[in-house]
């Protein structure tokens, strides 16, 4: 049994033999599909170079192939220090490439073209990238404008739901809005508490308003001589610093409202202040030519504005960030509307009323031009618009205020024509323009009309725009009044919770 197990051994050991002899000389097909080679061929390589060996692409042996080649074989198209091969027949279909220059070795020219290769993978994926950024870019604008075409449409169907007429040019899609939109507070009629106001701002902010316009009347803290002025409900110090911060931390800018010339009933209805009234029995305006006239309103601007300048208001933030972070005044609204108690008194009557009204503006403004130069200055406009532009430019303020249109009607033109823009643009560099939110349609009101409040502002938008280039600095922007009473005397109007979906 030794025996026949030793036989039985070295047959199988003589079978896997030929059997491994007639492996490697049997044909196989390469890597790249083409040309049908044997095993031994695959490993070692061709004798006719055709293709490189196994061990030649791992790097362990080097051939010179011009060498040994000596010339082209039949069928290679050269380009650049690239040659390619197609041979036909018997030979099958190979592609391959190989270095044109015999001095160099296969392997190092293949480390060459791999890093070709690399660089241009490389580059491919860079173009790629780029291409998909610029898509992607398209992609954003594509989007963008077609939330933009929704938004316009949704607010052009709110108006036409609403009555309003659309405008072209007006509305999401449109031009954008004015640099400054000012939210007006008047608080010379049920005022509101501060916590509320506080409360209020970080909406307005949300609603797109830039600052807030405020009309103290008796509702400032006045002292020393003016002290009578104050309303026995006026707020304190410390309550309106809280109120100038929360605007500060939003980013709106805070402009005071002092009326200057009518509209001071608050006061001249005072026997302290009753001597400068226009007319005895009228405390509506004051009596321009009195010098304590000039003084009381140089005494009201010099408490308001003090109090709003940094320096007074040191305590708004953090020793280190005053310099940096406190609020800085930059307007003061001067008021001058409908004075309608004017020229009548016995030491104004021998002038002429726009004479008279222009004198007071122009010497109030010098006030507040020589004791604070960085203020600009705004006034309402009503009591310019019929006069000529002669007496205007005649009287100086055109370098001194920058006047505020207030129209509250649908039809703007018909109240402030084009003739009267192109006579403020020559007399101003610049205005502002003010709508209304409430307290514009009567005193009757619970609600306001917000159709119409929205349709007078709309109309003011493409007013601005038609109108603003007339001017050498344009239009500096909007304001949107939210009257509470006419006068001092008068009833409520809507009120401000009342009014919120107005504004």
């Keep these: 049994w030794r025996r026949k197990l030793f036989f039985l051994g070295a047959c199988l050991l003589f079978l896997l033999a030929l059997w491994f002899w007639g492996f490697l000389y049997t044909t196989h097909i390469t890597e790249e599909g083409g040309k049908i080679v044997s095993v031994r061929e695959l490993m070692l390589g061709s004798a006719h170079g055709r293709h490189e060996s196994l061990l030649q692409r791992l790097g362990f042996h080097d051939r010179h192939d011009a060498g040994q080649d000596g010339a082209i074989p039949h069928g290679i198209a050269t380009h650049g220090n690239q040659v390619s091969a197609q041979f036909d027949g018997d030979e099958g279909g190979v592609k391959f490439v190989k270095p044109t220059q015999g001095g160099l070795r296969p392997a190092k020219g293949r480390h060459t073209n791999d890093w070709d290769v690399i660089m241009q993978d490389r580059t491919d994926e860079g173009k790629l990238s780029n291409q998909q950024l ?3 870019g398209q992609r954003h604008v594509s ?9 316009q449409s949704h ?8 009555g309003v007429p659309v405008i072209a040019g007006i509305g999401p899609g449109g031009r954008p809005p004015p640099a400054q939109r000012l939210v007006h507070f008047d608080l010379k009629g049920a005022p509101p508490k501060i916590s509320y106001l506080r409360r209020l701002m970080p909406i307005l902010k949300t609603l797109g308003a830039t600052g807030i316009l405020l009309e103290y ?3 400032f803290p006045y002292g020393g001589s003016l002290a009578p002025l104050a309303a026995r409900n006026a707020y304190n110090r410390d309550e309106i610093l809280e109120l100038v911060k929360t605007a500060f931390a939003l980013g709106l800018t805070v402009i005071p409202l002092v009326q200057t010339f009518g509209h001071l009933e608050y006061a001249l209805k005072l026997k302290e202040f009753a001597h400068l009234r226009e007319v005895e029995d009228s405390p509506q305006a004051l009596c321009p030519s009195y010098n304590s006239s000039i003084a009381f309103v140089e005494e009201l601007l010099t408490q308001v504005i003090e109090y709003h300048l940094p320096a007074t208001n040191a305590n708004l933030l953090h020793k280190e960030d005053i310099e940096r972070l406190t609020p800085k005044l930059t307007h003061i609204h001067i008021g001058c509307d409908e004075v309608y108690r004017l020229a009548e008194c016995p030491r104004c009557r021998h002038r002429l009323k726009d004479q008279l009204f222009l004198d007071h503006v122009y010497n109030v403004a010098t006030i507040v031009r020589r004791r604070w130069p960085h203020l600009r200055i705004i006034i309402w406009d009503d009591m310019l618009r019929h006069m000529a532009v002669d007496t205007l430019q005649a009287s100086g303020i055109g370098k001194l205020v920058e006047p505020m249109i207030w129209v509250y009607a649908e039809d703007i033109y018909k109240f402030v024509q084009s003739a009267t823009w192109e006579k403020y643009a020559s007399v101003f560099s610049t205005a502002w323009a003010a709508s209304a939110f409430k307290g514009a349609h009567g ?3 619970l609600m306001p009309p917000i159709r119409r409040h929205l349709e007078n502002t709309l109309r003011w938008l493409a007013v601005m725009q038609g109108e603003g280039n007339r001017f050498t600095h344009g239009l500096q922007g909007l304001a949107l009044t939210g009257w509470q009473r006419y006068d001092h005397f008068a009833i409520l109007c809507e009120l401000l919770p009342a009014a919120l979906p107005s504004l």
């Design 143 to 151: 989007d963008e404008m077609r939330i933009a075409a929704e938004r």
């Design 155 to 162: 607010y052009e169907h709110e108006l036409k739901r609403m």
């Design 443 to 445: 005193e009757g009101l």
């Design 217 to 219: 009347e008796d509702m």
């Design 134 to 136: 610029s898509a992607k």
